[in-house]
């Protein structure tokens, strides 16, 4: 069939022709729609969106009735769809000695418009802070610590409050402070506590939400005693004092700007979001529209596609948040402030729900403050692959679906991600995952290219412990996963797996330089009762902890992998499950300087068994092996160390050899010597050269 067109010059009342195109991509879905009603157009349609700007103040819907249709960009066009508006009309002045822009925005003040984001140049600019964090390696350490929390004894990670006392002469009683937010940073989460008010005369702070968690830094176990945790005061408009931030006062629609070196109003472009999201594609449970339908009648959306467009320019909000069915939850009187892991009620600004066959393909997501891809419950056979994700507030992409004990036709499966370019992540809701697999079953994980984030690269699973769930026979491969953490927060890792997941393999994966908080920066994590997982040919390296850690689990399999250079240690189980083996660890090559070769956490006692252990070849150049034993048994905070000899005497690394695997490390691939002694105990080389994307499919 002859495809429509779309032009930033058309008309939407337009034919769609090539010489009378359309002009909106609402415009193009509602012609479309019209046509089809009038019977038209029978079957697939196409719509080449021609090269230009497209601006949207508000996410675009598609529904089951837009299924079999293609948005495309026109050969050798770029066309972007631009949620934001250029703001102009700035006056140049002067105050605190600082060069400073503002601009009155009326609609600011009459309440019908607020954001939360400004792009300038193509650049995300900072809201005025205090201290000066940044989410990377440079701005980590720019934070506040809490000074003391209300009912101390209470240590249960849920029992979050509303209130803190900050350290004298951290926080004043700014006349800004009540539209400000104090971002804490603590355990594997940010929270974004809203509306703080100081009380002058005690010097505590309370605010609008409670955290999901205690005001502690980690658990007990990882500093040997408690912490508070960091924070920053986010959007104060006494802290405008650096060039390139901003600050928005919602009562009198003024907009601050301090220019950068060289920024003058007329070379610089400045954009304030208009939507929260570009398009929303759904089908429709029986539920949506509480109709007496048959439950499992869903219209789901079919064969809807976006290839090569551009989505630009989104803002963000703090989701209501509900704390998972098997946490236990403490005084749950007002909202809360943070996700308990992953962002994961974050939305994604393109999404995906109840769809089949659907796919995102050749497309870029930039600036924009949620996940930038959602493929949500229902979906089935979609796929998301060769896009660039760039600069997102919250994740990559995230696909979820519904678990055991939901209903049946809000399952996700067959989900194929791969190829995909996400960089610079975690921007606002710190906590978002690069690949996030939720409740999902049958996906592929496969060449992403994941790096600067502030948390974990790729997650799969959302079950704690050993119940059963929906999350198999995934796939995550060839994935380049690299300079993640940041140290902005712990417990992450490079591929994190939770739960119980037969069949998902992790194979020939490249994970360098992870970079937690605290304690937790390792390259593959097993998280708490992960079973029944093969863990195979991944090259892992240059990690804070261990390249490889268990939290608890069972029969898992890991073999020929290359596990070298982790700070802490090489390998760790954290918590042992008596009676039970974590992992089969075999045919795999570990190489330091490490402080430990393997590790205990805070329960259980690796020697006893955690870990059946063989065939490994093991070298630590310029260092000593040892393994730690009981994690109870400390001196200063650190693990008694056994020695390599009494570790084997114990019945570990039978088998196993102390020799230079004769490795030869380069850019794209460590290569292994045709005499390394480590293929005669049976390690299986590997090729990572071809992880991340791939030039040619």
């Not at 089969?584 to 330091?592: D, E, K």
Request: with cysteine; hydrophobic share 35%.
């Amino acid at each position: 069939m002859t495809p429509f067109h779309l032009s930033p010059s058309g008309r939407d009342t337009a034919s769609g022709s090539l010489e009378r195109p359309w002009a909106t991509l609402g415009g193009a879905r509602d012609n479309i729609r019209k046509l089809r009603a009038a019977g038209k157009v029978d079957g697939a349609a196409t719509v080449l969106v021609h090269a230009g700007r497209y601006p949207l103040r508000a996410p675009v819907a598609f529904g089951p009735a837009d299924s079999e249709t293609r948005y495309a960009a026109a050969p050798r066009a770029r066309p972007v769809f631009d949620g934001g508006e250029r703001i102009t009309g700035w006056k140049v002045g002067v105050r605190n000695g600082r060069v400073e822009w503002t601009v009155d925005l009326p609609e600011v003040a009459a309440g019908s418009w607020y954001f939360r984001s400004l792009f300038v140049n193509g650049r995300r600019a900072p809201r005025a802070r205090l201290p000066k964090f940044s989410p990377d390696t440079k701005g980590v350490k720019n934070v506040f610590r809490i000074s003391e929390i209300r009912n101390p004894e209470r240590t249960d990670l849920f029992a979050g409050s509303d209130t803190f006392k900050p350290a004298a002469g951290d926080i004043h009683n700014w006349p800004s402070l009540n539209d400000a937010e104090a971002v804490l940073l603590h355990y594997w989460i940010e929270e974004r506590l809203p509306r703080p008010q100081l009380n002058p005369r005690t010097g505590w702070l309370s605010f609008a939400r409670r955290s999901s968690f205690v005001l502690y830094e980690a658990h007990e176990f990882v500093f040997g005693n408690r912490v508070y945790a960091r924070y920053y005061i986010d959007n104060l408009f006494e802290a405008l004092t650096e060039p390139g931030e901003w600050y928005l006062n919602r009562e009198t629609g003024r907009l601050y700007y301090l220019p950068r070196p060289g920024e003058t109003p007329e070379n610089t472009a400045i954009d304030a979001p208009r939507t929260l999201a570009f398009v929303q594609a759904s089908g429709e449970f029986f539920d949506d529209t509480i109709e007496p339908l048959d439950p499992h009648s869903t219209r789901h959306v079919t064969g809807l596609s976006f290839d090569g467009l551009t989505f630009r320019n989104a803002d963000w909000y703090s989701p209501l948040v509900q704390m998972p069915a098997h946490h236990r939850a403490f005084g749950l009187d007002m909202a809360l402030a943070g996700n308990p892991q992953a962002a994961i009620f974050v939305p994604g600004a393109v999404s995906l729900r109840a769809a089949r066959k659907c796919s995102i393909v050749n497309c870029t997501v930039e600036h924009a403050g949620l996940y930038g891809i959602e493929i949500g419950e229902g979906s089935r056979d979609c796929e998301v692959a060769r896009n660039e994700l760039v600069d997102l507030g919250a994740g990559g992409i995230r696909v979820h679906g519904s678990d055991l004990g939901e209903r049946i036709e809000g399952r996700t499966g067959h989900i194929r991600v791969a190829d995909n370019h996400i960089t610079h992540i975690g921007r606002v809701f710190h906590q978002g995952i690069g690949v996030l697999i939720g409740h999902a079953f049958d996906c592929t994980v496969a060449h992403n290219e994941i790096h600067d984030t502030c948390y974990s690269a790729i997650s799969v699973g959302w079950t704690w412990g050993y119940r059963e769930t929906v999350s198999r026979n995934n796939k995550i491969e060839g994935n380049l996963i690299y300079d993640i953490g940041a140290g902005v927060l712990s417990d992450m890792g490079g591929i994190y797996v939770l739960g119980v997941q037969p069949g998902t393999v992790l194979r020939g994966n490249h994970i360098h330089h992870v970079r937690s908080h605290d304690y937790g920066g390792w390259g593959v994590y097993l998280d708490e009762g992960t079973s029944h997982v093969v863990v195979e040919h991944n090259l892992v390296h240059d990690t804070k902890d261990a390249p490889f850690n268990i939290h608890y689990g069972r029969e898992n399999v890991v073999r020929n992998n290359i596990f070298a250079r982790g700070a802490n240690s090489m390998v760790s189980v954290y918590r042992v499950d008596p009676g039970a083996f974590s992992a089969s660890f075999f045919a795999n090559i570990l190489i330091g300087p490490s402080a430990r070769l393997y590790a205990g956490g805070y329960a259980g006692d690796i020697s006893k068994g955690a870990l059946f252990a063989a065939g490994n070849c093991i070298w630590f150049p310029g260092g000593r092996l040892a393994s730690s034993g009981n994690p109870k048994n400390r001196k200063d905070g650190v693990p008694k160390s056994l020695s390599f000899a009494a570790w084997r005497k114990l019945g570990h690394d039978r088998n196993s050899i102390v020799a230079d695997p004769r490795v030869t490390e380069g850019r794209r691939t460590w290569r292994l010597a045709k005499n390394s002694p480590a293929l005669k105990l049976g390690f299986v080389p590997y090729d990572w050269s071809s992880c991340g994307r791939r030039k040619k499919l």
